[in-house]
């Protein structure tokens, strides 16, 4: 079974410019999540989907990053204009109903110049 | 005061030794929990569910209290690959993370 497919693995961008994400997560798993972890935390929720509904976007910083998953299955998580201070990895999981945990991808690691 | 708390370490031990690291969390009404394991520069990937009756899964022993709030996870006779960042994580509809406990095991 593939696992949760994260894209691009690494970017750098200057400031100021746009930048997005992509996640395919597991087949068959309804329950989406972008999370952001800086050096040295923990990763900290950005939004939740339940299938193409976003049911947790509270942590999303919405004057700059939106995010999509039009068809209930992959998501892309976009930055405009990124900032210096949003260099960190995104990370996005997973999970199928009733499933204890999450299975995250790789992540994308952004650095912000 | 953060959701989560975890001493963030580090934790330097021999090999073989036995190490314990603890957690905290302020929502009462969380309803499960977990410790991740997270190697540098890689995803965080599941160690194992915390239960109140406490689990075991082979060296790596796991005890929820929660009148007190609180998630401790043991390693017996670590081993060199268990060096890396454990995260405490407590699930409230979502989940959240602590800022993790890095251990390195030494020769």
């Known amino acids: 079974e593939a696992g949760v497919v994260q894209s691009p693995r690494y970017k750098i961008i200057e400031k100021k410019q746009p930048v997005a994400f992509w996640c395919n997560p597991i087949?068959?798993?309804?329950?989406l999540y972008w999370y952001r972890q800086n050096l040295g935390q923990g990763p900290e929720l950005l939004i939740r989907?339940?299938?193409?509904?976003?049911?947790?976007d509270s942590q999303l910083p919405k004057d700059r990053f939106s995010a999509e998953r039009l068809k209930g299955v992959d998501s892309t998580l976009k930055i405009q204009p990124a900032e210096l201070g949003d260099s960190a990895v995104y990370l996005c999981?997973?999970?199928?109903?009733?499933?204890?945990?999450?299975?995250f991808g790789s992540g994308t690691r952004l650095t912000v110049v | 005061r953060k959701e989560v708390e975890q001493d963030p370490g580090p934790f330097n031990v021999p090999e073989g030794a036995t190490v314990a690291f603890n957690c905290t969390y302020s929502?009462?009404?969380?309803?499960?929990f977990f410790w991740y394991r997270q190697d540098c520069r890689k995803e965080p990937k599941l160690l194992m569910s915390?239960?109140?009756s406490g689990n075991e899964d082979g060296r790596f022993t796991a005890q929820l209290n929660r009148a007190s709030q609180y998630i401790s996870l043991l390693i017996r006779d670590s081993k060199l690959s268990d060096s890396a960042t454990y995260l405490c994580?407590?699930?409230?509809?979502?989940?959240?993370f602590g800022a993790g406990t890095r251990l390195t095991v030494k020769p």
């Open positions: 929502n009462s009404a969380s309803q499960s």
């Open positions: 989907y339940e299938n193409e509904e976003a049911v947790d």
């Open positions: 999981a997973s999970s199928q109903p009733g499933a204890r945990g999450y299975t």
């Open positions: 994580v407590v699930n409230n509809n979502d989940m959240r």
């Open positions: 087949s068959g798993h309804n329950t």
């Open positions: 915390v239960y109140s």
